[in-house]
């Protein structure tokens, strides 16, 4: 899919794109997560500097984003079953000795759910193969930032959020 030549430049676009192509069963899953992977560099090219491309049906990349270099795996779901990222997505991020994090998008909400790569392995999959309704446990555990565009992801990226602290209350005054 060469999503240069596609009347396509926001997420939302490939987003609504990934949804009809699934719904039309046109594409196999594997197809459909490089799709997803490339619409979604192709989205963020004005702002990161692309290091590497998803090869095959690869659905991962790197990217440098303000001199933070990035490898993501960007993941879907209809269902809300989500696979751990792969041996090759792994082996790729020690090579490059990078960040990494993997972006679950929620096609129902149109956004996607940005999760550092420790967090991921810590808060979500816990040592499972595959888990179940990620994004509302994530949610829970404030371990994602959720984005609807791709100029969002990249201030994410650029502009972390603090993590939140254990709460605490403030008296209230008289």
Excluded at 14 to 43: C, P, Y
Excluded at 139 to 153: C, M
Aim: with cysteine; charged share 30%.
């Amino acid at each position: 899919m060469d999503w240069d030549k596609r009347d396509v430049s926001t997420l939302r676009e490939v987003l609504d794109w990934i949804q009809r192509e699934n719904r039309a069963a046109k594409r196999t899953k594997r197809q459909l997560s490089h799709a997803l992977a490339n619409g979604f560099i192709h989205t963020l090219k004005p702002w990161a500097h692309v290091v590497e491309e998803p090869v095959g049906n690869a659905n991962y990349f790197c990217v440098e984003i303000a001199g933070i270099t990035l490898a993501v795996t960007p993941f879907y779901s209809h269902d809300e079953w989500w696979d751990k990222p792969s041996k090759t997505f792994r082996e790729m991020v020690a090579k490059k000795r990078c960040r990494w994090g993997v972006v679950l998008f929620d096609f129902p909400k149109n956004e996607g759910l940005w999760i550092e790569g420790p967090v991921f392995d810590e808060k979500v999959l816990r040592g499972r193969e595959k888990v179940n309704s990620v994004v509302r446990e994530a949610r829970r555990n404030h371990a994602g930032q959720a984005f609807t565009e791709s100029k969002e992801f990249v201030e994410i990226i650029k502009h972390p959020p603090k993590t939140p602290g254990k709460p605490y209350l403030v008296p209230k005054r008289a």
